[in-house]
């Protein structure tokens, strides 16, 4: 079934950029799928729309009913420069049909070294540095944990309260959350610890001393508790990701750098959700001028291609031994020139300044329909990377069912929003960057309407 709907679509930059229903939501084929899928694909992966995809091109993607949506989710951040974007398609399909994997740890290849290269230079900082390439987000932050173990010769980690490191055992438990990410696959890997967030919104005493108050626990767990010359690492999101798009309070991430640099702990921003010009800056980290030692790229690197990457100091990512990183598949030749397109992309269409011009129309609306709704406590974020967090009272209870009702009602009028969050209340928006100012006003109207409706 879903070959006859294809066939008659191709997605990339033709596939028409609307917002169009023909059946109800999700509709007759992508229901049998589920039925299938329910029948082969185990109940722990979720599906959160629950729309089959059949093309998708720039922001929009056709399920198999031939439903057209505005995707306002970007598949968790990845397909930044828009689904199928043509330069992506090129390069995948110009190396396709040269060779699709040799293992770099074996005979490497051109496109490898110059995704490197690229990373060096976008990356902050004009040190001298060396990128790495992995699969995943997670397998990435572990090895940046990798890195910072072996130039330092300690081995603590530091994280943070509401972040989100990824599924794999170690960051598992770098992740703050129990439930999903945590409950019941413990036990977790020993010498993590975890400070607070400066957390505007919710830090008790008031936004205004979040920054002072958060960096005074930090260290005086790193320096009273576990003694800073054990701790390798601190690994933080520049803004956090799953936990909400917390943006840090201003100053606090340029101090917890600083204590960093005097100490000789590794400092690691993890970019995996905020890097590859999400947020208006090629990285996240570069809005406060940090310079982390290591900093982590992933979801927008490569157009949805697996691809992540750690890019570091000389001196750190030299101090691993040979052999001792890697991985069969680590920077597929695919996935590089997917990445090479993306870079490309992002220089050639300004999507740097479109991703702060998209921040100020989904703020500005988002400003206009809290007033008028009174349900959102809070709106935050940088560029395209913003969210709004929804409370049901003076007193910030987070109002996880208000959050899930919108998503249902927008995904039923064509528009594809995430949810995030500790407390699972916040509504994520991660628009490509591709987006038209048409196509942003015809989602932002479905979302009004959608909140005025609660
Ligand atoms: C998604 C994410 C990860 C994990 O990436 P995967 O590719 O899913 O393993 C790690 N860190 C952050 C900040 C993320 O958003």
Sequence with gaps: MTAVIADELTGGPTLPQRRRLLTEVPGPRSRALAARRDAAVPAGLGSAHGVYTAAAGGGVLVDVDGNSFLDFASGIAVTTVGNAAPRVVDGIRAQAGMFTHTCMLATPYENYVEVCERLNELTPGDHDKRTALFNTGSEAVENAVKYARAATGRQSVVVFDHAFHGRTLLTMGMTAKNMPYKSTFGPFAPEVHRVPMAYPYRWPSGPDNAADEAFAQFAMVIDAQLGADEVAAVVVEPIQGEGGFIVPAPGFLARVAAFCRDRGIVFVADEVQSGIARTGDWFAS????????????????????????????????????????????????????????????????????????????FVGELRMIAADSGRIGDIRGRGAMIAAEFVSDADKTPDKAAVAEVVRVCRDQGVLLLTAGTYGNVLRFLPPLTMSDEQLADGLGVLRDAIAAL
């Design 286 to 361: 570069e809005h406060e001028g940090l310079v982390p030692d290591l900093v982590v790229s992933a979801k927008g690197l490569a157009g949805g291609m697996p691809l992540a990457a750690v890019t570091g100091r000389a001196e750190i990512m030299d101090a691993a031994h040979q052999g001792g990183i890697g991985g069969t598949y680590s920077g597929n030749p695919l996935a590089c020139a997917a990445a090479l397109g993306v870079f490309d992309t992002i220089e050639a269409d300004r999507l740097l300044a479109r991703a702060r011009e998209i921040g100020d129309t």
